[in-house]
């Protein structure tokens, strides 16, 4: 009887231990999620600070080319007018409408782009080349932001969906859910056409 007892104690505390050690893992994680999501939205609203200037400097050289310069325009629109709320994370539609829309965006400025290469006066203006480079800068910016927040998705999502973790979860934070990731369009994996 004395032997079941401590068997029974062994297991309680080991149980103990075990919760106690990893409680704040899934606080810290979620914490470092938002911080990297806050990392992409950043860098994604300076791409649309700078879309004004790109525009009203390529409008001076392009006027003809103005279907594809309202397009930029009409993409960084709809980005803007989608709400960020925090529960965008654990929200599959909310999350897939964000990155439809900055996907658009991205394509739009591709087309863009394919427009100053048949300016070459365009492209030798200095202010030009400087916010060409500015978005290019921002374009990769944007690609680190959000390799890194998916790695912490991944770090956080396998915390809830692992042992002990898994546990830990079920018992303390109950209302911890995974988080979404990006995942590239069909669009976005088809090879760029370059038409000359």
Do not use: C
């Not at 103990?16 to 409680?23: G, K, P, Q, R, S």
């Not at 969906?161 to 069909?186: D, W």
């Amino acid at each position: 009887m004395r032997s079941i007892f401590i068997t029974i104690g062994i297991i309680v505390l080991a149980f103990i231990i075990l919760i106690t050690t990893n409680i704040n893992n899934i606080p810290k994680l979620d914490e470092n999620v938002n911080a990297a999501w806050s990392q992409v939205q950043n860098q994604y609203k300076r791409r649309a600070d700078l879309i004004p200037n790109l525009v009203a400097t390529v409008k001076g050289y392009a006027k003809h080319e103005k279907s594809t310069l309202e397009e930029v325009t009409k993409a960084r629109a709809s980005v803007g007018k989608i709400n960020i709320s925090e529960n965008m994370l654990s929200n599959a539609q909310q999350f897939e409408q964000f990155q439809k829309a900055q996907g658009a965006l991205s394509s739009a400025l591709s087309r863009l782009m394919i427009v100053v290469e048949k300016y070459p006066q365009l492209k030798a203006d200095k202010n030009f080349l400087a916010l060409q480079s500015q978005l290019e800068g921002t374009e990769n910016r944007i690609s680190v932001a959000r390799r890194d927040y998916i790695q912490t998705v991944k770090k956080y999502n396998t915390e809830l969906r692992t042992y002990p973790g898994k546990i830990v979860a079920a018992i303390i934070y109950p209302e911890a859910k995974v988080k979404q990731n990006f995942t590239a369009s069909l669009q976005d994996q088809e090879t760029p056409k370059v038409n000359f």
